[in-house]
């Protein structure tokens, strides 16, 4: 966690979506709290060291759940391995005030992967709040196969005899 004057992370049992407790994240920024020089991605990571995770299509799911928030918070995935680092698209973005929402992530990781870095995050220090909840990493079986490039058809040539 970045160290943002106003920015708070805590467990919250009241607000959770399932079980017991869930994620929160509080920004600040007013007369007292002056806004920061620069923005940062704050959250909640799961660190998975596991080469078996290689050539493997993974699926990151939360729930989110935001309350003026004037900024954005999503999932996103890495894959690190040998010949550096991959990542996905960010899911879909969250702000302003909405209900828990389920969302999620998948990236395919190349065989030489041999850790995985599951964000639950947004974009601090803003004003408003962020919940996570039911976080999950998923495994959905090994890397499809990429597409067949398509090859231009023989050219036929005639031949004099």
């Known amino acids: 966690m970045p160290p943002f004057a106003g920015l708070t992370v ?9 079980g017991k407790a869930c994620m929160h994240f509080h920004s600040e920024i007013g007369p007292s709290i002056p806004a920061a020089p620069l923005k940062a991605r704050v959250g909640v990571c799961q660190v998975v060291l596991n080469r078996s995770l290689g050539g493997k299509r993974l699926k990151l799911s939360a729930w989110v759940k935001t309350d003026s928030l ?11 391995g040998q010949y550096g680092m991959v990542q996905g698209i960010a899911s879909e973005q969250f702000s302003e005030n909405t209900p828990w929402t389920l969302t999620q992530q ?12 599951a964000w639950c995050l947004y974009d601090a220090p803003v004003p408003g709040d962020v919940y996570f909840d039911d976080a999950r ?3 959905l079986g090994p890397t499809p196969p990429p597409p067949a490039i ?5 050219s036929k040539s005639k031949g004099k005899s």
């Open 150 to 154: 398509p090859r231009p058809p023989a």
């Open 106 to 117: 998948t990236l395919d990781v190349p065989p030489d992967t041999y850790s995985v870095w």
């Open 70 to 80: 004037k900024g954005v918070a999503y999932l996103k995935l890495y894959g690190e």
């Open 137 to 139: 990493l998923e495994v």
């Open 10 to 18: 805590e467990r919250d049992t009241v607000l959770s979506h399932t």
